[in-house]
């Protein structure tokens, strides 16, 4: 397995409170992803990063930021947290981007009330 | 804009059946296309992909999909389903350095 880890894990937060997820790799990729899912959705692209402090917008990226000051570490953080942003996260890392194979991590659910 | 409609949200089979799941893709060109598999409660894995080269492409776990860039279609199929193959399938799509994911489908094996 890809050397991907996501933390927390499980998070329950209440509308309104600062939340931060952390993607952690071994791999020393240059791209990192974040996705969300929900239900009938698939996997949507909420940023990405092609490098350190090089990062861009994915198609839901409204309410949320990222930061990548390292190679192995890439940050979501959910400035005001809402209960639409109640999914599961996911990290994803890539050699190349493009059409190379990105690699998943565990994901991290977070639950906001 | 790149898009990909996965044709069934749920698909049941027997075990031992042969599994058949439907993706169509809308570009105007021929993108990168992937399947990928997630099982319950976990991460994402490749299942295979397709890059312009054979339009037969074979993948792991005895899964394989055609390209058929005149129906712009992507399907994934399997001879003979096992219990093990109970997941959810997501076809996707390549977009520059972006992944374009479609909705999913659920496949269940009845044993």
């Known amino acids: 397995d890809a050397g991907i880890t996501q933390s927390p894990r499980h998070k329950v937060t209440e509308t309104g409170t600062p939340v931060t997820l952390r993607c952690h790799q071994t791999?020393?990729?240059?791209?990192m992803y974040w996705y969300r899912q929900d239900p009938g959705h698939g996997l949507r692209l909420i940023h990405y990063s092609y490098g350190v402090k090089d990062t861009d917008k994915g198609e839901v990226s409204d309410g949320y930021s990222v930061s990548r000051s390292k190679t192995e570490d890439f940050l979501l953080t959910l400035e005001s947290a809402t209960s639409s942003q109640t999914s599961v996260y996911f990290c994803?890392?890539?050699?190349?981007?493009?059409?190379?194979?990105?690699?998943f991590g565990p994901g991290t659910r977070l639950t906001v009330l | 804009a790149q898009s990909v409609t996965q044709l069934d949200s749920h698909v049941s089979v027997s075990e031992g059946t042969p599994v058949l799941l439907r993706c169509n893709y809308s570009s105007s060109y021929s993108p990168s296309l992937f399947w990928y598999v997630q099982h319950p409660n976990k991460g994402l894995q490749l299942l295979l992909k397709?890059?312009?080269?054979?339009?037969l492409v074979k993948g792991i776990n005895g899964f394989e999909a055609e390209f058929k860039k005149s129906e712009t279609s992507f399907h994934l199929t399997k001879p003979s389903a096992h219990m093990s193959d109970a997941a959810e399938y997501f076809c996707v799509a390549q977009n520059g350095n972006k992944l374009v994911f479609g909705a999913g489908t659920i496949l269940r094996v009845k044993s």
């Open positions: 791999e020393n990729h240059r791209y």
């Open positions: 397709y890059t312009s080269a054979a339009t």
């Open positions: 994803a890392i890539s050699a190349t981007g493009g059409d190379n194979e990105q690699f």
